[in-house]
């Protein structure tokens, strides 16, 4: 067998890799290829998205929650996704965004881990949702009695040896409880879950190169909540 040219094995090396680029474009292409004529769900603004997020959850606190039949749009889902909210939430086991959103199926976009911090993890998931799926809000949902923030606030109070890596989500936590336990009084605990999801809302805005650009350019909004285990109510955080 001969040996090609080195300029044909230039071409053809460039060839391949023009190839590989085109299947990585591909694969995380935008889903309005597959839009059919009607705008899609998430063609909304960031404050009709959260209105929608605050009315789901208004039924979910009271009972209320809207009849769904899950087999509805299926098909169209298997094609394509238009999810009209980013959550970055508490991998906490009573906290379930679709359901204290009554939403269904492709409308959120849920990220979860323990203490709902950002990390780079987190931080490329989101930043899939809204550079490729162009979802409209980022919330960041916290919740009362958080096992993560308690964790991060004893450790702070009273440095002791963590099991396993347990200490990666108290320290990344930390920098967002820490005022709390610098002002102190009763209600520590709640200071501290408020603390950690504003951090993480500053940290989410400001997060180059996809997210803050889009926050500049007003089509996203980031904005956090906590949610009340005890009533089913999410309470807005004042934007920062």
Not at 5 to 18: D, I, K, W, Y
Not at 90 to 100: G, I, Y
Request: charged share 20%; net charge neutral.
């Amino acid at each position: 067998m001969c040996d090609l040219p080195s300029h044909s094995m230039q071409s053809r090396r460039q060839f391949l890799e023009a190839s590989l680029g085109l299947l990585a474009v591909s694969a995380f292409a935008s889903p309005l290829a597959w839009a059919d004529a009607s705008p899609p769900q998430n063609a909304i603004t960031p404050d009709a998205a959260l209105r929608r997020l605050l009315d789901g959850n208004a039924r979910y606190a009271s009972n209320k929650i809207d009849a769904k039949d899950f087999s509805v749009g299926r098909a169209a889902r298997a094609k394509a996704q238009y999810p009209i909210a980013a959550i970055l939430s508490c991998a906490d086991s009573r906290v379930a965004p679709e359901l204290v959103f009554d939403q269904g199926p492709g409308d959120l976009f849920v990220v979860r881990v323990a203490g709902n911090y950002l990390s780079s993890d987190s931080l490329a998931s989101l930043e899939y949702a809204v550079g490729v799926l162009k979802v409209p809000l980022i919330l960041v949902l916290g919740h009362a009695d958080c096992g993560a923030v308690k964790a991060t606030l004893n450790e702070i109070k009273q440095p002791a040896p963590l099991p396993g890596h347990i200490w990666d989500i108290v320290d990344a936590i930390r920098p967002g409880v820490a005022k709390a336990v610098e002002t102190g009084g009763g209600n520590m605990l709640a200071n501290a879950i408020d603390g950690n999801v504003d951090y993480n809302v500053s940290r989410v805005a400001s997060a180059q190169p996809v997210i803050s650009e889009a926050v500049r350019q007003g089509s996203v909004r980031v904005v956090g909540a906590v949610y009340e285990l005890a009533t089913g109510k999410v309470l807005m955080r004042p934007a920062a």
